[in-house]
């Protein structure tokens, strides 16, 4: 069996952000020379996420509007995470989009759904992250 793994980074200028990394995800499996297996993709932050989901502008401003109804970045003060942070909200909203994907390799290629992309999901940027990509198989 084989085993790769690389560490992709992000430094996202604003505090949210969706990002498509299914092209570098892509890289990484031609890299890898694995033909048939599993990719495991998940952020190594954690208020940040990894998801799979449809490349759709619209679809990613109803998340938005939706996470920030669930988790209201401001007030900042009422939540008791935010001391020293601000950054509470951005912890509660990686946990409702998830913190990894896995996803089958079949002839080398990542075996998606018909509209399937790989995500990162930021909610506390403005500084370096990192995304871990990890693939057995043969
Ligand atoms: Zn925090």
Not at 40 to 67: K, P, Q, R
Not at 101 to 126: C, M, N, P, S
């Amino acid at each position: 069996m084989k085993s790769y793994h690389k560490e992709l980074w992000f430094e996202v200028k604003t505090r949210r952000e969706f990002i498509n990394i299914t092209p570098q995800v892509e890289e990484c499996l031609a890299e890898s020379g694995i033909q048939n297996g599993l990719l495991l993709c998940n952020a190594m932050h954690i208020t940040a996420s990894v998801f799979i989901n449809d490349d759709e502008s619209g679809l990613h401003h109803d998340y938005e509007v939706w996470l920030e109804k669930l988790a209201p970045h401001e007030p900042v003060g009422a939540y008791r995470h935010n001391g020293y942070e601000d950054n509470a909200d951005a912890h509660l909203k990686r946990q409702v989009m998830g913190r990894e994907v896995v996803v089958a390799v079949t002839d080398g290629k990542l075996h998606f759904g018909t509209w399937e992309q790989i995500f990162y999901g930021e909610f506390d940027g403005r500084r370096k992250k990192r995304v871990l990509v990890k693939i057995i198989g043969e």
